[in-house]
């Protein structure tokens, strides 16, 4: 159970009505949304997620962008994100446990562990890897949406945000990480 109120559309008031009548609108209204929701401003930060991920896209392809941010997630054992990214993973019609990689998926999956785990020693050989694919922009883009993800990992983890209906179904799917079990 969530460690804050998950905002309903009848609670919501003010700014954080707008927010949530403009997101029911689309139908796009998540647990991670209605957990934001008990701030605006907050909502609004955690919401250039979106911003990061459509560049995201652009530079590496959809593809790539859900691979990427699925070893995020996955490494970083956040549940409901890793949940979200099983689902687009299976979207591509690939197995989410029995990824086969090439070159570039590769690194950029190798990048987002290291990153999650370390983000002080990234090797410099990784970056060597990353630059057969990306030039320096492009590098930017891809690592600042590792942070905007991993924040988005942080908030669902630290705050308990149940898992939304449509991905329980995918429950047994997700792994915690267990890298972290021998750091003291």
Not at 33 to 58: C, F, H, P, Q
Not at 75 to 88: H, V, Y
Not at 151 to 170: E, G, K, M, Y
Request: glycine share 4%; charged share 25%; aromatic share 10%.
């Amino acid at each position: 159970m969530a460690r804050v109120k998950l905002v309903e559309q009848n609670q919501a008031k003010g700014a954080e009505k707008e927010r949530y009548d403009e997101l029911a609108a689309r139908n796009a209204v998540t647990n991670m949304k209605k957990g934001l929701l008990n701030d605006a401003a907050t909502y609004d930060a955690y919401m250039a997620w979106y911003t990061s991920w459509n560049r995201l896209v652009e530079v590496v392809g959809q593809k790539d962008a859900i691979l990427y941010a699925h070893a995020i997630s996955t490494t970083n054992s956040c549940q409901l994100c890793s949940l979200f990214f099983i689902s687009d993973v299976r979207g591509l019609g690939l197995d989410p446990e029995n990824l086969h990689y090439d070159e570039k998926e590769q690194v950029l999956t190798e990048l987002a562990q290291a990153i999650v785990k370390n983000p002080t020693a990234v090797p410099d050989e990784l970056f060597d890897r990353l630059r057969k694919f990306f030039d320096d922009r492009e590098i930017v883009v891809i690592v600042g949406f590792a942070g905007q993800m991993i924040a988005t990992n942080n908030f669902n983890s630290v705050l308990r945000i149940d898992v939304d209906q449509r991905l329980l179904p995918l429950l047994d799917q997700f792994k915690p990480a267990i890298w972290r079990d021998s750091i003291q």
